[in-house]
């Protein structure tokens, strides 16, 4: 609204008594008259002051109206101020001030008439009040727009990451099928050549000496459908902050001879000779379940990617650390890998292309490792195999999850 801005008028005249005559008759409700009994004076306060409108005395000593205006004309500031020329003189002398640029150049003529100087400082004020009220909207309309801007932005970047995470569900979906569908097939023509033999009488097909291959067998292909849900639900507790870490004394050399045995029948099959280098005994305070999943992930994924080639798992102590690496001699990780194979779904193209897997593993040891307070990292190059370290503090589990506090007293009324 144009009646909302101030208004500031600025009248110079070297008499103080014009200054307070003029000033009378132009004050009114949203204005502010400044004075000045100089040039000087009055390019002092222009840089000062914001004006709608300067009214000059043109019969000034020292720099008169015209030369002030002139100068006003030669600065950037106040170029564009409105301008009357009071003078006593004929018209046509008032006309000798010419190309102001703002082009608002008016006269007054002394003796002053109130109703015609009202009306033409009515103008300019009027003239001004909508010029800041339109720079006022358009500044708001620029602020709207870059506002709007930034939210289109916004939205593109939601949009990107919703097609990203919506390409990056459906490859899931496939991982996921695929993975399991594998072992699955498995079993399932296992059981059709069964029910072959059986309708034909053939029990020595179930025979002592076979039965517990069979068996064997049969276990693997559930185990690794097991592993592949466990880890799918490992990396949603993960997301709701569900997975919860219990930490109790353990000794990690235990953890580490219990999952080389375990996998010993997996390394067979990969042509992994799996070696074991540790002192008596490394005691910490580690959730076993856990740690014993991040070994296996690394283990696994050494007989994995290992090219069939000596694995060694070590542990040793030191300081306030316990640490266990693997190591493979395999395909080995490109430097720009190395990261991000540790994040959820991320693979190298070339174990892409070799072996069927989610990506899930190094992700989930990763989260584990953290919330032990402890750390991972891999040193690897391509073709020169790859060593996994964890490090695990020796008792900051312990630290890390804090005791709950202490319940309140029972003679404390509990608050409402
Ligand atoms: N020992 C290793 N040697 C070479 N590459 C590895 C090794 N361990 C992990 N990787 C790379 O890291 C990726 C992620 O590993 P992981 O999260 O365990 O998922 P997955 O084994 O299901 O592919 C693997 O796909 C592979 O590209
Ligand atoms: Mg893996």
């Known amino acids: 609204m144009p009646s909302e801005v101030e208004s500031k008028l600025l009248i110079v005249d070297d008499l103080p008594e014009n200054l307070l005559a003029l000033d009378a008759l132009i004050r009114g409700h949203g204005r502010r008259v400044f004075k000045a009994q100089s040039a000087e004076e009055a390019l002092g306060l222009m840089l000062a002051h914001d004006f709608a409108l300067a009214i000059l005395d043109v019969q000034m000593p020292g720099m008169n ?12 500031r106040t170029r564009h101020i409105p301008i009357i020329f009071v003078s006593a003189a004929g018209r046509e002398m008032n006309y000798a001030f010419k190309g102001y640029e703002s082009g608002a150049v008016d006269f007054l003529q002394k003796p002053l008439d109130p109703h015609v100087v009202a009306s033409k400082v009515n ?33 593109q970047a939601t949009h990107r990451e919703l097609e990203r995470a919506v390409r990056m569900r459906d490859d899931f979906m496939s991982m996921v099928s695929h993975e399991l569908r594998t072992p699955l097939n498995t ?56 997975l919860t870490i219990q930490p109790k004394p353990t000794d990690l050399v235990f953890l580490a001879r ?35 999943q991040v070994i ?44 991000r194979i540790f994040e959820q779904f991320e693979r190298t193209e070339e174990s892409r292309r070799k072996a069927p897997g989610l990506g899930l593993g190094l992700y989930i040891t990763r989260q584990i490792v953290l919330a032990h307070g402890g750390e991972i990292e891999v040193q690897s190059a391509p073709g020169e195999g790859a060593t996994f370290t964890v490090r695990l503090p020796l008792g900051a589990a312990l630290l890390k999850l804090a005791p709950p506090a202490p319940p309140v007293p029972a003679a404390e009324p509990a608050k409402q």
């Open 65 to 76: 109206g015209f030369e002030l205006a002139e100068l006003m004309r030669g600065t950037e």
């Open 123 to 155: 103008v300019f004020v009027e003239l001004y009040s909508h010029k800041k009220a339109l720079r006022r909207e358009v500044d708001a309309l620029a602020t709207l727009h870059r506002e709007q801007e930034a939210l289109v932005e916004q939205l």
């Open 187 to 242: 079993l399932y023509l296992e059981t059709q050549v069964r029910k072959l033999h059986l309708s034909k009488g053939n029990t020595v097909h179930f025979g002592p000496d076979r039965l517990p291959a069979m068996i064997e067998r049969d276990q693997r292909q559930i185990q690794s459908m097991v592993r592949l849900i466990d880890d799918m639900l490992d990396v949603t507790r993960l997301r709701s902050g569900a």
């Open 258 to 292: 219990a999952v080389v045995e375990n996998l010993s029948q997996q390394a067979e099959a990969a042509g992994c000779a799996v070696s074991l280098h540790a002192p008596e005994s490394a005691p910490g305070s580690w959730d076993e379940f856990r740690i014993e």
């Open 296 to 339: 296996t992930n690394l283990l696994t994924n050494a007989l994995r990617y290992g090219g069939g080639l000596p694995v060694e798992v070590s542990v040793h102590a030191a300081g306030q650390w316990a640490v266990v690496s693997v190591r493979d001699h395999g395909c080995g990780i490109a430097e720009e890998d190395q990261r």
